[in-house]
């Protein structure tokens, strides 16, 4: 379906307004919000716009962080083989009190992460007829190029197209695999997986955990590549890039590029993730949290839309997502104590998924579903 002259079309009148028939046309397009950007609009279409009542609700943005003010932390994991002691204590502050923090000296070649950060901007940017193949809300399918998963959920949909990658736990074919962003996503995935798996270990340990309990826990054996793609938009004080959220995971790692806009929640308001060259951020997941039974924050963040763009980033979900497993989710029993009594009760992987999903991006967190009645 051709999306020219969407900004009429989709910024109709009160009287002649059809929510559901406008996302319906702009989903059955199958161009995203690029095709929206390349045909020209100069008007924000309808379906992005937030309600007066969500503008006015806004948390305020905040300044420059004080000392004694919330900062996202930025971990140095050079010689992490080695003497663990420091890393484990910063990745312990960070994970109990900010929920977010960077990592420098990673390990990953700063030119992967150019290369990967270059492959996801070239998919997005393909002509509709080879990016439309990919285009899908099957649930099961494990790459897919989509326009908001929560589309038909979301009070207004966000400026932003995805394309979503289910690299494990079961190896993913490399041919299922769009041909230009095929070789530096299998070696990306290879690499940020490893990762993992050392940022799980210090976890652990912050924990006072063996440094294979998470792993041991199945928490590094799956993951999802998301290639976000947030195109210059003609109106960003009334949309959003991504609605305020947590992340439905145990861990999550994301590139960034140099334009910036995310921002994570603090009791003093919105503060910016300045991108770092080279840097990872990294964020605790639901998940963690839920196991953690609250000693590690999975703390809300949103995207920012913005005049310039595009915008890309490239997140890594760590979490065996809708992979079938019997395996149940609870508070770890080693953390429970008469002094810290269970939070949460447990869940499969299945349960909690399909209720983030269900429920999308609306601001609320999912873990309140999840919790015991005290």
Known sequence: MDVTGAGNSFAGSSATYDRLQELKTFDESKSGVKGLVDSGITKLPRIFIRSPEDLAGDTPISGEPTQTQFRIPVIDLKGVAGDLSDAVASVRQAAETVGFFQVVNHGIPMKLLEEVVTAARK??????????????????????????????????????????????????????????????????????????????????EALGLKPDHLEGMDCAKGHSILFHYYPPCPAPELTMGTTRHSDPDFLTILLQDHIGGLQVLSHNGWVNVPPVPGALVVN??????????????????????????????????????????TRMYGPIKELLSEDNPLVYRETSLREFIAYYDNKGLDGNSALAHFMISQ
């Open 123 to 204: 998919f997005h940017e393909l002509p509709q007829a080879l990016k439309g193949e990919y285009y899908s809300r099957e649930l099961m399918k494990k790459v897919k190029y989509v326009s908001n998963f929560d589309l038909y959920q979301s009070k207004y949909a966000n400026w932003r197209d995805s394309l979503f990658c289910v690299m494990g736990p079961e190896p993913l074919d490399p041919q299922e695999l769009p041909p230009i962003c095929r070789d530096v996503t299998m070696e990306y995935s290879r690499q940020v997986q490893a990762l993992g798996r050392v940022l799980f270990g210090l976890l652990s």
């Open 284 to 325: 605790i997941g639901d998940l963690l949290q839920l196991i953690s039974n609250d000693r590690f924050k999975s703390v809300e963040h949103r995207v920012l839309a913005n005049h310039i763009g595009p915008r890309v980033s490239v997140a890594c979900f760590f979490t065996l997502h809708l992979y079938p497993t």
